[in-house]
């Protein structure tokens, strides 16, 4: 499991018919408030490109760097995106085996709060 990975999971209203779309907006990638769907763009770069550092992203979308920075630390957060030295990786090859690893570590977090959930009610039943 990757650490410090933040899985949101929202009921959302089916948007579009595009798989890219709907896989972006069901895991939270996508937002209204990305106007230009740049965390969309920059993960469609990585799997175009493989590994690209944070200045080849903004070079590539034409936008700042502050800007690729801030959408890539969403990324990570998601589970999508990892960093190894200076440049940024898709977690899997596929976008099909990245949802299969964030199946997994929902799955170890339910774990972990089912435990955590068991403890408390111990503690409470004292």
Do not use: W
């Not at 960093?83 to 929902?106: A, C, N």
């Not at 339910?110 to 959930?117: G, N, P, S, T």
């Amino acid at each position: 499991m990757v650490e410090g990975i933040r899985i949101i999971i929202k009921r959302v209203r089916h948007i579009e018919r595009d798989p890219f779309m709907e896989l972006c907006n069901l895991s939270g990638v996508y937002s209204t408030t990305d106007k230009n769907r740049v965390a969309m763009r920059i993960l469609l770069l990585l799997h175009k490109y493989g590994e690209l550092n944070s200045t080849d992203i903004s070079k590539e979308l034409g936008i700042s760097r502050g800007s690729v920075l801030n959408h890539i630390e969403n990324l990570m957060e998601s589970g999508f995106v990892f960093k190894y030295g200076k440049s940024y990786h898709l977690r899997e090859s596929t976008f099909s085996e990245i949802v299969e690893q964030m199946e997994k570590d929902i799955k170890k977090t339910l774990e972990r709060m089912r435990q955590y959930a068991k403890e408390l009610d111990s503690q409470l039943s004292d």
